[in-house]
């Protein structure tokens, strides 16, 4: 505690220029306010940031007024819930006026109450780690749920009764499991068995509110603890019923690798293989793929004779499977197609230790990946979760001699930029013809003469173009 209250001591003189100000504003004017939430929980686990959240007994259009003059910029795109948003120099601040906020049962959209008292406004909060304030600028500290003990044992309560707390905003209990990959803490038993008995209320939750608490869990340092609270529960089988699906069962006679368990690890070890990709941060692309990239085996199971099991196919099966899933989540586009991709390419390397590729081969592999090539190297080595060390080496080696190849090509043929020898205007030059679907034909063409065996000159390609060109005919 003596520790927590230190590191909420150096914060506080941080942020002094920001929330001293604002206090005494705030206080000027009449009103109360107060630092509350994630930004006095990080500061007691000695977390840094400049996106600072308060709480006030000002209405909206009050905490507006007292802002416009002091801030650098003003939003208020929260106003319906009461919030104010502004920017001073490199600090982020929201303001939220006291509240108290429902989901009627049939509803997706919570109603909002303002309320009166600071007391009031944390009991309505989701965990008691988050229900803890300071009051500026006379930083009185106020935790009347016992959110710093709880933050000591690292477990996740609610204010009041855990079914209370779900029932207003079914959101929270995937915010449990977001909290709990986020922080790696452990899930008080009350809060799980209500998650339990309460899973089928995120149904009135929309998919944007999901999939944002989702990529938070995702990229956590420890998601393995929130999925693993998501599919327990049974929150999963209504936000991501892949992920339970595949807990295959298996009996003595049809034993193969538990195909949940092995997810979970290729996740694991996405992570620690982050570091090759640019930016070195979590990248939810990568560990979505590497939680999606078996989510087909379930649909293509096929026992063999012999007592093995196979699953035909299930890398194209499974990126249609998350194509669908992602849609139904609200994801852009351009991650879907993203993860998608990675999921359908998956397997593809798997041919390249049984027999040499030709550089046509590899040409391909590179340009099927694209812009995905960094991740589906680290999701490739990711899928590897054999405990048979020489197994894994053979395998590592393998794939360093893939990438030592593409590597090589890359330099001599700028593999990422592959393009035809000639373009559309000289083909339609050479060949004599308008724009139309035969330039379309002979673009390809020439795409595939150059995967298949590298640049050709001018001369080379002009020829068989025009070769190609009188075989149509």
């Not at 304030?133 to 500290?141: D, G, L, N």
């Not at 087909?296 to 026992?303: C, D, H, Q």
Request: proline share 4%.
């Amino acid at each position: 505690m003596a520790d927590a209250q230190r590191s909420v001591t150096a914060e506080l003189d941080r942020i002094a220029p920001v929330i001293d100000e604002l206090g005494e504003r705030f206080a000027a004017a009449g009103h109360e306010l107060a630092l509350v939430g994630g930004p006095v929980r990080d500061a007691m686990l000695g977390r840094q940031h400049n996106d600072l959240d308060l709480t006030t007994s000002a209405r909206p259009e009050q905490t507006e007024a007292l802002l416009k003059g002091w801030a650098d910029a003003v939003w208020d795109m929260g106003r319906a819930f009461g919030t104010i948003g502004c920017r001073k120099g490199e600090w982020q601040v929201e303001i939220t006026t006291y509240r108290s906020e429902a989901y009627d049962p049939d509803s997706r959209k919570p109603t909002v109450d303002f309320g009166d008292t600071l007391a009031g406004d944390l009991g309505r909060r989701d965990f008691t780690v988050n229900a803890m304030a300071v009051r500026v600028p006379e930083r009185t500290f106020e935790d009347p749920f016992g959110g710093i003990a709880d933050l000591g044992h690292r477990v996740l309560r609610t204010p009041g009764t855990p079914e209370d707390s779900f029932s207003d905003d079914p959101l929270r209990m995937m915010r449990a499991a977001r909290f709990a990959a986020q922080l790696g803490f452990k899930v008080d038993p009350a809060v799980v068995a209500a998650m339990t008995a309460m899973a089928d209320r995120i149904a009135i939750v929309s998919a944007e509110r999901v999939r944002d608490e989702l990529v938070k869990l995702v990229c956590g340092p420890y998601p393995r603890r929130g999925l693993t609270l998501l599919v327990e529960t049974g929150l999963a089988e209504h936000v991501l019923p892949e992920l339970p699906a595949l807990a295959l069962e298996r009996d003595e006679h049809h034993r193969h690798k538990d195909v949940y368990e092995h997810t979970l690890t290729v996740l694991e070890q996405t992570i620690e293989l982050e570091h090759r990709l640019p930016g070195g941060e979590a990248d939810f692309v990568a560990r979505f793929a590497a939680l999606m990239h078996d989510v087909g085996k379930p649909r293509t199971r096929r026992f063999v004779g012999d007592g093995t099991v196979t699953f035909h196919h299930h890398d194209v099966v499974g990126a249609k499977l998350t194509r669908k899933r992602m849609r139904a989540l609200r994801f852009s586009n351009d991650v879907t197609d993203a993860v998608a991709q990675l999921v359908e390419l998956h397997l593809r390397f798997h041919g390249y230790g049984e027999g040499d590729w030709t550089d046509s081969a590899v040409r391909r592999y590179v340009r099927d990946a694209g812009d995905q090539l960094e991740r589906l190297h680290v999701l490739t080595r990711a899928d590897c979760t054999t405990r048979n060390r020489r197994k894994a080496e053979r395998l590592r080696r393998t794939y360093d001699d893939l990438e030592e190849r593409i590597a090589r090509l890359s330099e001599e043929e700028q593999l990422a930029a592959i393009r035809p020898d000639l373009d559309g205007n000289e083909i339609m030059e050479i060949l004599g013809i308008g724009a139309g679907p035969e330039v379309g034909a002979a673009y390809r063409y020439l795409l595939e003469l150059r995967l298949d065996h590298g640049p050709q000159s001018p001369e080379e390609a002009r020829a068989a173009l025009l070769d190609w060109w009188s075989a149509r005919s």
